[in-house]
């Protein structure tokens, strides 16, 4: 899937009863993040990164498991790892 990163998001909390949203991440997408999410990135410095899909008219954000450097990338990218919806009451 493509995504872009969301600029501006950090401000965004993790909802009520998840640590982060890594945490957020992997108690919805029932699994646990060993690696960052984009295509043939292994870094291990995650965090849980709010994308939003690159092409297409869906808008919504979503959570994905990236390392610290990807989630700072610019412009669109590949990642392997599901994308959990970011609950829409933010």
């Given at each position: 899937?493509?995504?872009?990163?969301?600029?501006?998001?950090?401000?965004w909390s993790a909802p009520s009863g998840y640590s982060?949203?890594?945490?957020?991440?992997?108690?919805?997408?029932?699994?646990?993040?060993?690696?960052?999410?984009?295509?043939?990135?292994?870094?291990?410095?995650?965090?849980?990164?709010?994308?939003?899909?690159?092409?297409?008219?869906?808008?919504?954000?979503?959570?994905?498991?990236?390392?610290?450097?990807?989630?700072?990338?610019?412009?669109?990218?590949?990642?392997?790892?599901?994308?959990?919806?970011?609950?829409?009451?933010?």
């Open positions: 899937m493509m995504v872009k990163n969301v600029n501006g998001s950090s401000k982060s949203w890594l945490d957020y991440w992997e108690q919805n997408a029932h699994q646990k993040a060993y690696y960052c999410g984009a295509s043939g990135c292994y870094g291990t410095d995650l965090v849980g990164a709010h994308v939003k899909k690159a092409y297409g008219t869906d808008e919504r954000c979503y959570i994905t498991p990236l390392c610290k450097k990807c989630n700072q990338k610019d412009g669109a990218f590949e990642v392997s790892s599901k994308l959990v919806p970011v609950p829409s009451n933010l």
